[in-house]
């Protein structure tokens, strides 16, 4: 199955900067990698997301870069806003087998944005 | 409101009983997932059902839970002789496709509480 590690665990920024967060995954045959975003008590919710056909994919202040021969996708946000403070979550799928779709998530990064 | 729809939001019960929890997905979406969060933690994935047939089970999920998805609409989650340790978020998450880059849309879950 698909094993996937995040990295960092808690990043802390001052309003205005960049923040990476940075995953791995194993399974070379997964080829959709999505970011979510998840509020205190709320639901994930979908931010961005790679297909591995491309290697990079912008929306506005956010960005995805996929690397898919070291194996490994990030999330960039630029001009960092309070309101971007959350828990942030990439994911890989399992590629075959009856798992179609199914995602394993990375441990979590929770960004503070500090005003 | 047109995204997936759990039921109840919130339930607290006592050590040994029996819970249900419901999902609507998204009208149409083929696939429904289920997955347990517990605080600071990344989504698990508990089970799978492509329409009507439950194609994966987690080995998260013991004897004691069980899914039915029966017309291929919506889903129930339950778990009978609750233990503490079953106390977490109850996530639904439905895509509709037929391959692994598919977008899934999560539900706000059930905070299940067993005291």
């Known amino acids: 199955g698909e094993n996937v590690e995040q990295h960092p665990s808690t990043l802390s920024v001052q309003e205005g900067d960049s923040a990476v967060i940075k995953c791995t995954y194993s399974d070379s045959a997964s080829n959709y990698f999505p970011w979510y975003k998840q509020e205190l008590g709320k639901r994930p919710q979908l931010i961005i997301d790679?297909?591995?056909?491309?290697g990079e994919k912008k929306d506005q202040r956010i960005a995805v870069t996929l690397n898919k021969t070291a194996k490994h996708f990030s999330l960039h946000i630029t001009e960092t806003q309070p309101e971007d403070s959350a828990v942030y979550f990439c994911a890989a799928p399992n590629a075959g087998g009856t798992s179609y779709g199914k995602l394993t998530f990375g441990q979590g990064t929770i960004l503070t944005v500090h005003p | 409101d047109t995204g997936v729809s759990q039921n109840p939001r919130h339930k607290i019960t006592k050590r040994g009983q029996n819970v249900t929890f419901r999902c609507d997905p998204i009208s149409e979406h083929n696939r429904l997932y289920w997955y347990r969060q517990t605080l600071g933690q990344g989504p698990e994935f508990l089970t799978y059902f492509q329409n009507e047939a439950q194609l994966e089970k987690s080995r998260l999920l013991s004897d004691r839970f069980s899914a039915e998805r029966p017309k291929g609409s919506f889903s129930t989650l339950e778990i009978q002789r609750t233990e503490q340790g079953d106390s977490a978020m109850y996530l639904c998450?439905?895509?509709?496709?037929?391959?692994?880059?598919?977008?899934?849309?999560f539900g706000q879950g059930t905070r299940l509480t067993v005291v």
């Open positions: 790679i297909r591995s056909n491309v």
């Open positions: 998450a439905s895509s509709l496709g037929q391959g692994a880059n598919t977008e899934a849309f």
